[in-house]
């Protein structure tokens, strides 16, 4: 199971000083959409894979149309994990699909809002994307346990699939238990009165055997 801590509404140098007080923890740095809006690829996204060259990082770009312009846009700033949105045609998730195959990286399909139908769809087409259950971060973190025992049910067969949306250290045994490959942590880390002591507690309790 894979750590991605999440940096979102604050200035590029705090996100700096975030990655460095996780540094070791976190196995993914989450560069967040209001992060990227505010800052642009060049001056999020790039300036902190330059900064932080071996850190794994995840633009959430959130794309839904121009998917192969903003996915090569991504891994060219230095993203190593774009995002796309579910919902979006199957014509872009193909071109986000055929960039990320170019580049041999990988990319995230975010279930934000995305129907029964089209999730049968994605498992058929995109076998080898992450899949994010990701509960809306308006409700607060709540009905999580709920969405991630109800999505893993249809997502049998996924290799890999992330969860975020109010994740707290109490839910990760869910998340164990479910085979969650990826779990997104935000505030929950970068809000913590101690940020360091936050990672390595997310951290020791993902990576401890039951």
Do not use: W
């Not at 140098?13 to 560069?31: F, K, L, N, P, Y």
């Not at 642009?40 to 794994?56: I, N, R, T, W």
């Not at 960039?99 to 999730?119: H, N, P, R, T, W």
């Amino acid at each position: 199971m894979r750590l991605q801590a999440a940096i979102d509404r604050v200035t590029v140098d705090r996100a700096a000083e975030i990655i460095d007080q996780t540094h070791g923890c976190a196995d993914i740095i989450e560069v967040g959409t209001s992060l990227i809006k505010d800052y642009g690829l060049a001056g999020s996204v790039k300036v902190l894979k330059e900064k932080y060259p071996e850190q794994c990082i995840l633009a959430d770009i959130k794309t839904c149309d121009e998917g192969e312009y903003e996915f090569r846009k991504t891994y060219e700033a230095g993203g190593d994990i774009p995002t796309i949105m579910g919902f979006s045609s199957v014509s872009t998730l193909k071109a986000c699909q055929k960039v990320a195959e170019e580049f041999q990286k990988e990319y995230m399909i975010d279930l934000l809002e995305v129907s029964d139908d089209k999730l049968e769809i994605l498992k058929k087409e995109f076998p080898e994307a992450i899949f994010c259950v990701h509960l809306p971060s308006d409700d607060q973190g709540v009905g999580l346990e709920e969405l991630v025992k109800h999505m893993c049910m249809k997502l049998t067969g996924v290799e890999k699939i992330a969860v975020a949306g109010g994740v707290k250290l109490e839910n990760i045994d869910l998340m164990k238990r479910y085979g969650i490959d990826t779990v997104i942590v935000g505030g929950a880390i970068s809000k913590a009165a101690d940020i360091r002591e936050a990672a390595e507690a997310f951290a020791q309790e993902i990576r401890r055997q039951k």
